[in-house]
Each structure stands twice: as C-alpha cells, then as structure tokens.
T-cell receptor
Framework: QKEVEQNSGPLSVPEGAIASLNCTYS??????FFWYRQYSGKSPELIMS????GDKEDGRFTAQLNKASQYVSLLIRDSQPSDSATYLC??????????FGAGTTVTVRA | DVKVTQSSRYLVKRTGEKVFLECVQD?????MFWYRQDPGLGLRLIYF???????EKGDIPEGYSVSREKKERFSLILESASTNQTSMYLC???????????FGPGTRLTVL
C-alpha cells in the first residue's frame, strides 16, 4: 500500500466551480500535512499546511483534515484558469521527511 | 522569502559520466533533501542531510551519493550516470522545527 494516495486525475472543472482534491495516508502517527501546487515544468510550491483536525482556509483554498479517517482534502473555490496545475499531497514521516502522493492534475476550463 | 537555487535547469550527459548537481539555500536551514520526480511515480527521496557533513539515505539512494561541506550547500553526485537516471531532480530545504519544505526550481537531467 502506498503511503500517500491521491484521487487519480485528471480533474476538469469549469471556471468558477469548486475543485475537490482528496488524499489518504497510511501512517497513523503523521502530524503535518501539506498541499503543494506544481505547474507544468516547474517545481512544487507550498500552498497550504494543516496540523489539526478540521478546516483551514486561506483565500480561495480550504484544507480539511480528519486524522481518525486518515484523510486530508483540498477545496479550491471559484476555480480560475491559473489554478490549472498538479496538486501534490504530502504527509510527514520520521525525521523531518515527507511522503508525497503522485499528484492530481486539475484543469480549469474557461 | 526562502530561496533555494540549483546549479542548472537543464543538463545533458553521456552514460558513464560523473554528474554533479548543486543546491544552495539562503535561509540557514539545517535540513536539505534531494528528490527525483518521474511521471506517475511522484517525488521520491534520494538523500537527506540534517546538518553539515551529516547525511542519510532516502528511499532510492542506489547510484547516488551526496556531499554537504557547508550548511547552505548540498550536492548530489551521480558517480556513473545511466539512462535510467534521466529525470527531474529537485532540491528542498526546511527548518528542523517545521516539516515545511521549500523547493528549488529543479534540474531536468537527460542521460544519453
């Protein structure tokens, strides 16, 4: 079983809609969770971090964490063409390392 | 702002060559990481360093070595490049009290 699994894409959403990305992880002791955005040909860029159960909002982005279900999600509200990218879920493991999911590619169509 | 830089954006090398990839960060971060990213496989950790001269193998260290002589600089070495090492190589750094990693722009290496 992969340590971090993301729903397979690509995910296509119309402009202005909500994009919903899901991620599950296998290590129950994980405490830190991250969402990175990666544009084609570029490196990952941190957009959200979350450490406690519940929701965390930052602009149009909302991260949701449920440690009991080992599940973390990212909602992108009012999706824009500039949100078209691959989104990587990352979960901490031992000694400051992160495990990354394979990513979900989002396409926002105008 | 955290700045992580990598020595080359694109690199083409021949099979058997020794290849050096350099990474420099300017935020006094203790932790530095080297990953490779391949389609469908995501980011895989090659090596990790938590202090000067300290290194630890990641998930796929075979065929690679690293050097960290100064805190700001972390080098990845391919002793004898092979075609299956063609990939995007990403360097990252973080502070020990957070797990937040900041990435450099990446080096796309092609081994012919």
């Amino acid at each position: 079983q992969k340590e971090v699994e993301q729903n397979s894409g690509p995910l296509s959403v119309p402009e202005g809609a909500i994009a919903s990305l899901n991620c599950t992880y296998s290590d129950r002791v994980s405490q830190s969770f991250f969402w990175y955005r990666q544009y084609s040909g570029k490196s990952p860029e941190l957009i959200m971090s979350i450490y406690s159960n519940g929701d965390k909002e930052d602009g149009r982005f909302t991260a949701q964490l449920n440690k009991a279900s080992q599940y973390v999600s990212l909602l992108i509200r009012d999706s824009q063409p500039s949100d078209s990218a691959t989104y990587l879920c990352a979960v901490n493991r031992d000694d400051y390392k992160l495990s990354f999911g394979a990513g979900t590619t989002v396409t926002v169509r105008a | 702002d955290v700045k992580v830089t990598q020595s080359s954006r694109y690199l083409v090398k021949r099979t058997g060559e020794k290849v050096f990839l350099e990474c420099v960060q300017d935020m006094d971060h203790e932790n530095m990481f080297w990953y490779r990213q391949d389609p469908g496989l995501g980011l895989r950790l090659i090596y990790f360093s938590y202090d000067v001269k300290m290194k630890e193998k990641g998930d796929i260290p075979e065929g690679y070595s690293v050097s960290r002589e100064k805190k700001e600089r972390f080098s990845l070495i391919l002793e004898s490049a092979s075609t299956n090492q063609t990939s995007m190589y990403l360097c990252a750094s973080s502070l020990p009290e957070t797990d937040t990693q900041y990435f450099g722009p990446g080096t796309r290496l092609t081994v012919l």
